[in-house]
């Protein structure tokens, strides 16, 4: 890793719980199921900075978050989906989640305190949720406000246990639950609320002639035996015998105010409590920044310790990528494998990356060869190292991208008056527009839809001109007269899919392909030149 001077370490990012609270991503469920995150919906939301959404699309960020998804809560999991749609780009901050994972890996105890933490936040994760998501009943909402306070106040007190951290990320994410211990939203979700003119606030903020409500979390209160006394209370002076009897119209009082507590108690105050504390509190609470970024760190603390189970049950190596601070985009990695493909096979085959200054890298050969996968697992790891994850890989040196780019052919629709061609070139534009020398770029074919002189000379300007940008360009193709121009212009490096005989070895070698399998893969789906002659002579067409 690079040695770094003290900078600032933390990225701004929308607190989860205010996303949340546009449109509920994180759907709370009926005890005791736990919460629920919509990937789905969250990556609508989610705006991404580094790499659009069409590229998300196209390497299927879900599939890769799935793949090495091993948090414990809701929140957790949508925190590791946020850090993916959105991978820093600041060394420092990768640098102290790295630093992090090393400390959780080498000290037991704390990883097993931060396991805890977390599993106790779960505990009483859905009932915070069904809090923030207006999800209580308004005519019931006592038992829920009360499990919601006491998961928001867990926050801070089953803390205590934890021991001291070396590393400043872990620390950072402590020091924001301990900002919250000392906070007024913290005072009030663990002691009175009071209404004033101000609005909510906590008993250590209001004096004594302050004009207030008290928020008592129950229907029943010490009014409730006002009536009943009222209403006795003719009797027992008359067993006392006292001579003075008092008006029975006291014990017809008592009754009525009974009556009218007990449906004020059922109906009106449960409502009104709603109205006057429960959801202006839930406000409170969502748009706090310190509350809401302690529930963003409990997440960050369950995405951490993610990492460390992803790459202990990984079934191939991985490893904590040296990250360094290039003018140009670079990329080493021995034995990189795809964290999607590769964790449910055993026998994947691993490649060695070297994009250290080619700025263009060609890679060529037949259909399912491999190439595809190949591009996409440098994606994939690319995002892993920017979200301060392992990578799997048995080394990996990494500069950190400011744009990641993924273009694949997309068929044109009908309202693309330009057809094919205008829709892949539109898509190359809008990539090349937003390139600059530390972003990565994967192109799957280009300039498709056209002739072949065309798309010949189109590519050959383009990628001349992504090279002078000096950025890494991956370029996958079948057209080996292209890749000629650039090796006999000594632009870029190239290489092929290996095939041992008819069958892939999905290695990559250095080379040009030059060979079609084309007759292969006919044969295979039984579409061959001689499966024709055979249909045909069936028919009797011959």
């Not at 913290?186 to 004594?208: N, V």
């Not at 302050?210 to 229907?219: A, D, S, V």
């Not at 259909?367 to 994606?379: A, M, R």
Request: hydrophobic share 35%; aromatic share 10%.
């Amino acid at each position: 890793m690079i040695s770094i001077p003290k900078k600032k370490k933390s990225e701004n990012f929308e607190p989860l719980i205010i996303t949340n609270d546009k449109k509920n991503v994180i759907r709370h469920s009926e005890d005791p199921k736990p919460a629920i995150l919509s990937r789905q919906l969250y990556l609508k939301l989610c705006p991404p900075k580094v790499i659009d959404k069409e590229s998300l699309r196209m390497i299927q960020v879900l599939q890769l978050h799935n793949a090495i998804n091993h948090t414990e809560t809701a929140t957790g999991s949508a925190i590791l989906l946020r850090s993916l749609v959105q991978p820093s780009t600041n060394p420092y901050y990768i640098q102290s989640k790295q630093e992090s994972l090393s400390e959780i890996e080498s000290n037991d105890r704390l990883c097993q305190s931060l396991t805890d933490y977390v599993l106790e936040f779960k505990n009483g994760e859905n009932a915070l949720y069904k809090f923030f998501n207006k999800g209580l009943y308004a005519l019931f909402p006592y038992s829920d406000i009360k499990r919601a306070r006491k998961s928001a106040v867990n926050m801070v007190k089953i803390l205590k246990a934890m021991p001291q951290t070396e590393s400043s990320y872990i620390k950072e994410l402590i020091s924001n639950v301990h900002s919250y211990k000392n906070s007024s939203i913290y005072r009030m979700l663990d002691g009175s609320i009071y209404k004033t003119i101000k609005g909510l606030e906590s008993d250590k903020e209001i004096g004594f002639f302050t004009p207030k409500l008290k928020f008592i979390p129950q229907r029943i209160t010490n009014w409730v035996a006002a009536g009943p006394a009222v209403a006795v209370v003719p009797y027992i002076w008359e067993k006392f015998g006292f001579e003075q009897s008092l008006s029975p119209l006291m014990t017809t009082t008592g009754i009525v105010w009974t009556g009218l507590y007990a449906l004020y108690s059922l109906f009106i105050k449960p409502i009104r409590d709603t109205e006057a504390f429960i959801e202006p509190l839930r406000e409170k609470c969502v748009y706090d920044k310190i509350f809401s970024q302690t529930v963003d760190s409990v997440g960050m603390i369950d995405e951490l310790l993610s990492f460390r189970k992803f790459s202990n049950e990984f079934p191939h190596s991985t490893t904590l990528p040296k990250i360094t601070e290039t003018d140009q985009h670079f990329f080493e990695a021995t034995g990189l494998k795809s964290p999607v493909l590769a964790k449910h096979k055993t026998d994947f085959v691993p490649n060695d990356v070297f994009l250290n200054g080619a700025k263009l890298t060609f890679i060529s050969g037949p259909n399912s060869g491999g190439k595809t996968t190949v591009c996409k697992s440098i994606v994939h790891n690319q995002l892993l190292a920017q979200i301060g994850s392992y990578v799997v890989a048995d080394k990996a040196t990494i500069s950190l991208a400011d744009m990641i780019s993924y273009q694949a052919p997309k068929f044109d629709g009908l309202q693309d008056d330009e057809g094919r061609f205008g829709t892949e070139l539109g898509r190359t534009r809008d990539i090349f527009y937003s390139t600059a020398p530390k972003s990565l770029v994967i192109l799957d074919e280009l300039a498709e839809g056209t002739t072949y002189e065309e798309r010949l000379h189109e590519s050959f300007g383009i990628l001349n001109d992504f090279h002078q940008i000096g950025n890494n360009t991956v370029l996958v193709t079948h057209n080996h007269s292209l890749v000629d121009k650039f090796m006999d212009e000594k632009k870029g490096q190239c290489f092929m899919v290996e095939f041992n005989g008819d069958d892939p070895t999905y290695r990559l070698v250095p080379g040009i392909s030059r060979v079609s399998h084309a007759e292969r893969i006919a044969r295979k789906i039984n579409f061959s030149k001689e499966d024709r002659y055979r249909y045909m002579k069936e028919m009797g067409y011959v």
